[in-house]
Nanobody
Framework: QVQLVESGGGLVQPGGSLRLSCAAS????????MGWYRQAPGKQRELVAS???????NTADSMKGRFAISRDNSKNTIYLQMASLRPEDTAVYYC?????????WGQGTQVTVSS
């Protein structure tokens, strides 16, 4: 059984930075894509960024240049480095792992950008 554990969320002032981490454990299929999604109150869940096993990334246009996804395959962990945060980045951020056999979501971590 695969589990995802997120960490690193919190309260940050506008213009600040945060780094989220997501560690996967269990029977992880060798071919997978991991990513970050977010959901703000009253809005649909949206892709933030994803990364394949060999490091190919896909980042939402509105977050390019501010957010960067990376992964450490030896630790089955992905990271989301967020900079120049804005109040509109406030949301619950979810980690996701997709394979041809299953798709798993983390429990989410709250990011609040406010002065």
């Amino acid at each position: 059984q695969v589990q995802l554990v997120e960490s690193g969320g919190g309260l940050v002032q506008p213009g600040g930075s945060l780094r989220l981490s997501c560690a996967a454990s269990g029977s992880i299929f060798s071919f997978n894509i991991m990513g970050w999604y977010r959901q703000a109150p009253g809005k649909q869940r949206e892709l933030v960024a994803s990364i394949s096993m060999d490091g190919l990334t896909n980042t939402a246009d509105s977050m390019k240049g501010r957010f960067a996804i990376s992964r450490d395959n030896s630790k089955n962990t992905i990271y989301l480095q967020m900079a120049s945060l804005r109040p509109e980045d406030t949301a619950v951020y979810y980690c996701n792992i997709w394979t041809t056999r299953y798709e798993i979501w983390g429990q989410g971590t709250q990011v609040t950008v406010s002065s």
